[in-house]
């Protein structure tokens, strides 16, 4: 899996659920301020616990852009060293947009979440009800666009990273047969071809549900 570059704006947030960032594919920098001298300890205890994978960044001088330079600053280095890695802004601060926008158009994986409980694989890895599993693939093949898999194997290991490999194999087999179940996803001639719904749209089929196979119309 990918490195996943969690980047913490704290002038603009308190971040909650760094618990749930206790794995090796997290890389956690949170970024403070020069005024701000004191973090609760929760956050203190949580990143002590991660270990060498937390990191905090002091920001130099002043300024009502400090921060945001800071984090773009390291986006860019990271991302010329690690070119395949992603980023997760956390902030409120909806001027990292243009930032986002920009690095996509250099082919850098960016998105902004106003708190780490709305990262997509934070999400993914604690979504019990297999509707709203079912909303997340969609949403996931969605901003995948042109990229999405064209093979049923290649779907298979989307999915199963989206849930970090925590998925049993029946889980697994639900969420492919329900995508087959409402039409959005079919396979012919060992090719998939997809007709997803518009967003908000995702919901588990109450329809039989028929395994999906290469070759199935």
Known sequence: MRTNYIL???????PEGLECLDADHFKIKLFVGVHQTKLPMKIVAAVQRLGARGEYIGISGKGPNALDLHIAFYIGEIANAEPGAYFHIISKDKGFDPLIQHLKTRKIFAARAKSISEIPLIKAAHSKDSEERLELVVARLRQMKAAKPRTLKALKSTIDTLYQKQLSDSELEQLLQALQSKGWVTAKEKKLTYKLPAEGKA??????????????T
């Open 8 to 14: 913490i704006d704290c002038e603009n947030v308190h």
């Open 203 to 216: 919901t588990v089929s109450s329809e039989p549900r028929r395994q999906l196979t290469d070759g199935q």
